[in-house]
């Protein structure tokens, strides 16, 4: 049992810190100086959420583990983050376009994680939506900007919403795992968040003018979540690792 | 043996490396000090899970004790509850306001997202102000400007 809520755990802190990983990507390249700010931010929020969960992960497993072992010492197939926030931060509408459909969600499953049997994983989740409704209020309020601003602004975020739109049907599909966390009381049912999740979404979509058309149906990429990458996890990993397999238990 | 009083006041000299204004007691970070027979420990509350200045503010209570002449000291953090800005003192969102900063204008229970929120100026007090970004220097603020004084400025969000 305790395994499985380690894979769990760390699946969870994947997700926090590849997207903090992406978005720190920013720092330093914003298109104004506030944005460049505030994406740092939110990749310091998410990178801090990521580390309460990997050394939660450290305690549960013992030994000689610790909060680094699985950032920097894991390979592509052992980390279990979604694909969606592994996807390479393109231009400023597509960076928004990303962050927009997974603030959202985290926003909608830390408020039903919060109530999970596993009281360390609840505590989280209670101190990180704090974060994550402002970084959801943040995503949305470009989506509405960029949609409400010039013709140029308009078109290059829906283009950005297109793109990535297929990337969100695997947040709210369970695997084998998650169905036996949600067995045992741990994880939310993430098919359950989907309505609320999409109430959000449409109606910032209409306050920008802006409109989702499904082109895919029901088919999405997935697999992240059981380890099957795109190309791009192994670039970040290359740069994310790359002290630490080059010098081997190197410190600060 | 050190009563606890005491060991308030000497934090009273500890703080926040972001915003020097603030002591960890103006914070509200601070939840419990545990004083047995041959050690001390002070539990403190991370404020935002990323905050880089967490560690700082440990060391610094470690040395500030050490330095008053106390040993066996630990730091230990607490996640839960979670911090909340309406733990900040009275006299802490005073000082904030001297310094420049608009202190946090809510109880989170009231207005979670800030919605509508009217921040006032915390150099001419003026209520025409709007919101720039949503982060500001940190992530425990956001950036306004005041169009009546035309300064800018930070405001400490609810959290």
Redesign the interface.
């Given at each position: 049992m305790t395994d499985k809520l380690v894979s769990y755990v760390l699946q969870l802190a994947d997700n926090s810190l590849i997207y903090?990983h992406r978005l720190s990507e920013w720092t330093g390249h914003g298109p104004q100086l506030?944005?460049d700010?505030?994406l740092s931010?939110?990749?310091?929020?998410?990178?801090?959420?990521a580390?309460?969960l990997y050394q939660y992960a450290a305690e549960l497993e013992g030994g000689d583990k610790t909060e680094d072992s699985y950032p920097y010492l894991r390979d592509v197939l052992q980390f279990k983050n979604v694909l969606l926030v592994e996807q390479p931060n393109g231009n400023f509408a597509d960076t928004i376009a990303k962050s927009f459909y997974f603030d959202c969600f985290q926003f909608h499953f830390y408020t039903a994680l919060q109530n999970s049997k596993d009281?360390?994983l609840a505590?989280?989740a209670?101190?990180?939506l704090?974060?994550v409704?402002?970084h959801w209020?943040?995503s949305k309020?470009w989506v509405i900007k960029l949609g409400d601003g010039t013709e140029e602004s308009k078109e290059k975020m829906q283009t950005a919403l297109n793109a990535f739109w297929d990337y969100t049907g695997e947040l709210f599909t369970p695997t084998d795992l998650e169905n036996e966390m949600l067995q045992e009381e741990i994880a939310p049912k993430i098919e359950d968040l989907k309505d609320a999740w999409q109430k959000s979404i449409d109606a910032a979509l209409e306050e920008a003018g802006l409109s989702i058309t499904d082109t895919t149906g029901p088919w999405h990429h997935a697999g992240g979540k059981n380890g099957r990458h795109s190309e791009h996890l192994g670039f970040i990993l290359a740069e994310l690792q790359f002290v630490q397999r080059a010098y081997p238990n190197s410190e600060w | 043996m050190v009563d606890k009083e005491t060991i308030y006041s000497y934090l009273e000299n500890v703080c926040d490396p972001e915003v020097p204004v603030l002591t960890v007691l103006d914070l509200g970070i601070v939840r419990e000090v545990l004083i047995t027979e041959d050690a001390i420990a002070v539990k403190i509350t991370p404020t935002y899970s990323g905050c880089p200045a967490m560690n700082t503010i440990a060391v610094n209570i470690k040395f500030e004790l050490l330095a008053q002449g106390l040993k066996n000291i630990t730091v230990e953090e607490v996640l839960s509850p979670p911090w909340t800005t309406d733990w900040m003192s009275d006299e802490g969102k005073r000082k904030l306001t001297e310094f420049g900063i608009a202190p946090p204008q809510y109880k989170i229970k009231d207005n979670p997202l800030e919605e509508d929120a009217i921040i006032p100026c915390p150099r001419c007090t003026s209520k025409n102000t709007d919101l720039v970004s949503q982060f500001g220097s940190t992530s425990c603020k956001a950036l306004y400007k005041c169009k009546d004084c035309l300064e800018p400025f930070d405001y400490f969000k609810c959290y």
């Open positions: 903090g506030e944005v700010m505030a931010n939110i990749a310091l929020d998410s990178m801090g959420a580390r309460s009281k360390r505590e989280v209670a101190k990180s704090k974060e409704a402002y209020r943040y309020g | -």
